[in-house]
């Protein structure tokens, strides 16, 4: 099953057991999804669901903090919960073992030596990766690698 189909599934069995927030989050992300097609002129393939999903996640941890700045503990409860809901859509996060193990093959192939190679390692790395880590994470663990 794809992700869209598990969505909709989703979508229709937090109706039945009217469940608001995740019905609500539910659609939140097909509604940032359809955008992302209308902008593309194209269906999405499940990977950029992902993307347009941790994109999601991402700016959510982002209000959090502006609400905890802003003393909006209600907001933070709400805006933790419906990250709850977007992560349960994400696969499974690779262990730091695992994404190292990956890096270092990764510049065995490419015969990446210095730091002017990172982005020849991080263009092949992040598809093999498919969304499992994040970006940041990647990046810092690369330039680590790479460094002298």
């Known amino acids: 099953m794809g992700l869209e189909e598990r969505l909709l599934d989703e979508m229709k069995e937090a109706m039945k057991s009217n469940d608001k927030l995740r019905l609500s989050t539910i659609r939140m992300i097909r509604t940032a999804v359809k955008n992302k097609e209308i902008e593309q002129r194209k269906r999405l393939d499940d990977e950029t669901i992902l993307r347009v999903i941790q994109g999601m996640v991402k700016k959510g941890e982002e209000s959090v903090e502006q609400f905890k700045l802003g003393g909006r503990m209600d907001l933070v409860e709400k805006e933790t919960k419906e990250m709850e809901i977007l992560r349960s859509f994400l696969p499974q996060p690779m262990s730091q073992e695992e994404i190292l193990k990956i890096i270092d093959q990764t510049i065995e192939e490419t015969k990446a030596s210095s730091l002017k190679d990172m982005g020849k390692v991080m263009k092949s790395v992040m598809p ?15 330039k680590e690698k790479l460094s002298p």
């Open 128 to 142: 093999k990766l498919g969304g499992r880590a994040e970006g940041a994470l990647i990046n810092g663990l690369v």
